[in-house]
């Protein structure tokens, strides 16, 4: 498996409910990103991570939303006290060589 | 950004080329021009980059125009695999680290 690997593939969740998204980059990428695809839109940026560091959360719909990449491989998006409207794809991408890989994404329905 | 237009939908008909255009008119003298396609379920996939010259790779050509005001993806033979949305981005690898997606064009391959 060289590719990107997301976990789990579906979730579904009660309105209120917190849920963890997980992303495994391909090895050696230090360059991870996290995006959210509405049905029928093209993804959108959530936030950027450079090894452990987070560079860029500005995509972060709300402070409900958090990421954390700590010891700068596998990531982890964090939705608390989820709504309706967190229903998406949630994607991630690690990049090398100026290309993005990415991963098949978690869809995420809130119930 | 600088922003893109691409139709909404095309259709091609299996094993016969494709062109699929790009509108950039305010791109910048930085901006790459990339294209990735996203096949239903599934994370978008790289297809090829360019800034000025044309581009091969063994999934397709990038034809740019002289004044880089527009670009072209050609798949020299449409299979029903290539079935996908397409996404024409523009980036400037100094300025922005993400991928700003638009709504890109549906392919659709007749058999």
């Known amino acids: 498996g060289a590719g990107v690997s997301q976990s789990p593939r579906y979730k579904v969740a009660k309105r209120g409910q917190d849920v963890a998204l997980r992303c495994d980059p391909i090895s050696g990428h230090v360059s991870l990103f996290w995006y959210q695809q509405a049905l029928g839109q093209g993804p959108e940026f959530l936030t950027y991570f450079q090894n452990e560091a987070q560079l860029d959360k500005s995509g972060l719909p709300s402070d409900r939303f958090f990421a954390e990449r700590p010891e700068g491989s596998v990531s982890t998006l964090k939705i608390q006290r989820t709504q309706q409207e967190d229903s998406a794809v949630y994607l991630c991408a690690s990049r090398g060589q100026n290309i993005q890989y990415f991963g098949a994404g978690t869809r995420l329905s809130v119930l | 950004d600088a922003k893109t237009t691409q139709p909404n939908s095309m259709e091609s008909n299996e094993e016969e080329p494709v062109h699929l255009p790009c509108n950039h008119s305010t791109i910048s003298g930085t901006d790459y021009i990339h294209w990735y396609r996203q096949l239903p379920s599934q994370g978008p996939e790289y297809v090829i980059h360019g800034l000025t010259s044309n581009v091969n790779n063994r999934m397709a050509s990038l034809a740019i125009a002289e004044d880089r005001k527009s670009s072209t993806l050609i798949l020299h033979r449409a299979t029903l695999r290539d079935a996908a949305v397409y996404y024409c981005?523009?980036?400037?690898?100094?300025?922005?680290?993400?991928?700003?997606f638009g709504s890109g064009t549906q392919l659709t391959v007749l058999p």
């Open positions: 981005i523009l980036r400037d690898p100094g300025s922005a680290r993400q991928l700003t």
